[in-house]
C-alpha cells in the first residue's frame, strides 16, 4: 500500500505534526488537513502520502533544534499561519529555501509578542523594500492581514517590509541579515542624494521607482564585480560636475560598506539619473 511509516514526536495542531520518518530516518515536519487529528506522541503511525500536503526536513542539527525551540515556546496557531504564508510564496515564488520554516515563524511570534508588550518597530526602508521586491511584499501584505483576522493581532504596515525580507532571502538563498543591509545602504545612499540635491523626493512616484532599480541594479554589479562601459563617462564629469559631487559621497558609503572599489564607469551613469532628479 501507498503509505509512509512514520513516529510521532510532537502534534503542534490537528494540521501539522512533528515526526520520525522511519525508513528515511529522518526527522521531518508533516503538513495535512487532520494529519495530526487523534495522533498520540512517540507512537508509529502510518500516514498516506495523498494525506501529506507539505513536508520538510531539519537538514542540520542546528536547524532541529531551533525549530524544537519554537515547537515548545511558540502558539502553534502561530506556526501555522506562519506555513500558510510560506504556501502562498512558494506557489507564487516557487521554492523557497527550508529555513524560511524557522526564520519566519520565529519573526512573526516575537513580532506579536513585541505588539502585545506595545513595542512597535517603525521600518524606514518600507519604501524601497515595496519597490525592490514587489512580489514578496504583496505576499507578506496577505500575511499581515491573515495575522490581524486569525490572531487578532495588528503588526501594522512597518512589518510588511521584515515579513518581505524573510521572503526575499529565502527566495535568493541569502541571508535576512544581506538583505536588511543591502536595503539599509540603499536608503542611505537615497538620503545622501536628497542632501546633495536638498530635496526630498517623492517616493510614491514613478521617477524615485526608476532611481531604486537603477542603483540596485549598480550595487548587485559592484559587489559582484561586473562592471558596463560607459563611453560618456568624460562627457558626464565635465558637464554634471554637481551631480559627480554627490556621486563622491555615495562611492565613500558603498566602499566602506562592501569593502571594494566602485568604478567611475558605475559613478557616471549614477550622476545621469541624479541629474534627471534636478530637473524633474
Known sequence: MNKNNFRILKVLNNNIVLAFDLKNKEETIIMGRGIGFGKKENKKVYIPYDNIEKSFIAYDEKM?????????QIDSKIIEISEKIIDIAEKKLGDLNSHIHI??????????E???????????????????????FDIASIGINMIKEELNVDLGYGEIGFITMHLHSARKNTNVKETIKNT????????????????????????????IHHLQGALDRIKNKKYIENP????????????FEIIKKIKGKIEEEYKTIVP????????????RLKIK
Open 64 to 72: 532541529k533544534n531551533e525549530y524544537f525551540r519554537i515547537v515548545k
Open 103 to 112: 526564520l519566519l515563524t520565529d519573526h512573526i511570534g516575537f513580532a506579536i
Open 114 to 136: 513585541r505588539i502585545k508588550a506595545g513595542l512597535e518597530i517603525s521600518n524606514p526602508f518600507i519604501d524601497e523594500i515595496k519597490i525592490l521586491y514587489p512580489d514578496e
Open 184 to 211: 539599509r545602504i540603499l536608503n542611505e545612499i537615497i538620503e545622501i542624494i536628497e542632501g546633495g540635491l536638498n530635496i526630498k523626493l517623492n517616493k510614491t512616484g514613478y521617477n524615485y521607482k526608476r532611481l
Open 232 to 243: 560618456l563617462l568624460n562627457n558626464i564629469k565635465e558637464e554634471f560636475k554637481d551631480s
Open 264 to 275: 567611475e564607469q558605475e559613478l557616471g551613469y549614477m550622476a545621469i539619473h541624479i541629474e
